[in-house]
C-alpha cells in the first residue's frame, strides 16, 4: 500500500511538472524552442500538445521555409487524434499549396483516406461514401503511376461494396412491403449500378415477379400493361440467365401472365 502511495505521488508529481513546463513554452517567445517541443510531444504521441504548439507557429513561419513543416505536422495531429473530416480538409489544403513539395502525394491522399474513415456504416446515409470514392477516383487521376493506387482501388471496392449492400437492402425492403411499384426501379437501378454483383440475376427474376404481382393487384386499366412488362422481362431472363435456379418459377410466372392477359376484362 505504501509502495502504491509513493508511485502515486511521483506521477502526480511527474504530470505536475510537465504541465508546469508545458505552461511555460506556452508562454515563450522563443519559437525555435515551441518548434523543437512541438517536434518532440507529436513524437511521444501527445498530439493535443502539439497541435497547440504548431497551431500558433503557422502564422510565424508563414513564407518561410520552415512553413511546410510546420504545416504538415499540425496536419497530422489531426488525423492521429481521430478528426478525420479537420485532417482531410487540412491535407487537401497542404497538396494545393505546396503541390511541389515531396509530401504533396502523400497529402493528397490522405485527404481521400480521411474520407474513407469518415464514411459510415452501410445502413446509414451513404453520402460520405460517394465522396471517399470521388476522392479516391481523384487521387488514381492525379497520381497514376503512384504505388499507392492498388490500395485506392481496394478501397474503392470496399466502399462500392458498402453502397451494394445498402441499395441491396432499400430493394428488398421495398419487395418485401409489398411495394413492388417502388421496388421496380430500385432493382433496376441496382443491375444498373453494380452489373457485377452476384445478386443481379436475383433482382431480374424479382422485377418478373414485382410487375406480375403489381399486375395482379391493380385496376384493370393497368393490368395488361404490367402483364406484358412481366412477360418481356421473362424474356430477357431467360435469354441472360438460361441455367437460373429462378427459371422455372419464373416461367410458371410467364404462363400464368399469358393466361390472365386473355382472361376477360369482366373476369
Known amino acids: 500500500m505504501k509502495r502504491r502511495l509513493i508511485w502515486l505521488s511521483v506521477s502526480v508529481l ?12 506556452l508562454r515563450s517567445s522563443d519559437y525555435e524552442l515551441k518548434f523543437t517541443k512541438a517536434i518532440e510531444y507529436y513524437n511521444k504521441g501527445n498530439y493535443t500538445a502539439a497541435q497547440t504548439l504548431f497551431e500558433e507557429l ?17 496536419t497530422y495531429t489531426h488525423y492521429y487524434l481521430g478528426d478525420y ?5 487540412h491535407f487537401r489544403t497542404f497538396a494545393r499549396a505546396f503541390h511541389n513539395s515531396p509530401h504533396a502525394e502523400e497529402c493528397s491522399y490522405m485527404n481521400a483516406f480521411c474520407y474513407y474513415l469518415s464514411s459510415p456504416r452501410y445502413s446509414l446515409d451513404q453520402s460520405d461514401t460517394k465522396n471517399a ?6 487521387f488514381v487521376n492525379e497520381f497514376p503511376e503512384s504505388k ?3 490500395t485506392c482501388n481496394t478501397l474503392i471496392d470496399n466502399l462500392r461494396a458498402k453502397l451494394e449492400k445498402k441499395a441491396y437492402m432499400v430493394c428488398k425492403a421495398y419487395y418485401f412491403r409489398d ?3 417502388s421496388a421496380i ?28 404481382l403489381l399486375a395482379k393487384n391493380s385496376v384493370e386499366s393497368k393490368k395488361p400493361e404490367r402483364l406484358e412488362k412481366s412477360m418481356d422481362n421473362y424474356l ?32
Open 133 to 138: 470514392i470521388q476522392e479516391m477516383q481523384n
Open 148 to 150: 499507392r493506387i492498388d
Open 85 to 89: 473530416g479537420l485532417a482531410g480538409f
Open 185 to 212: 426501379p430500385a432493382f433496376e437501378n441496382f443491375i444498373k449500378d453494380f452489373p457485377e454483383s452476384v445478386k443481379v440475376e436475383e433482382f431480374r427474376f424479382l422485377i418478373i415477379k414485382s410487375y406480375f
Open 58 to 74: 503557422i502564422p510565424v513561419f508563414k513564407g518561410t521555409p520552415r512553413a511546410e513543416e510546420v504545416y504538415y505536422y499540425y
Open 14 to 25: 511527474a504530470f505536475w511538472l510537465s504541465a508546469c513546463q508545458y505552461n511555460r513554452i
Open 179 to 181: 411495394d413492388w411499384k
Open 236 to 267: 430477357k431472363f431467360v435469354d441472360l440467365h438460361p441455367q437460373s435456379l429462378f427459371l422455372k418459377e419464373a416461367e410458371g410466372i410467364y404462363l400464368e401472365c399469358q393466361k390472365l392477359r386473355t382472361q376477360p376484362v369482366n373476369q
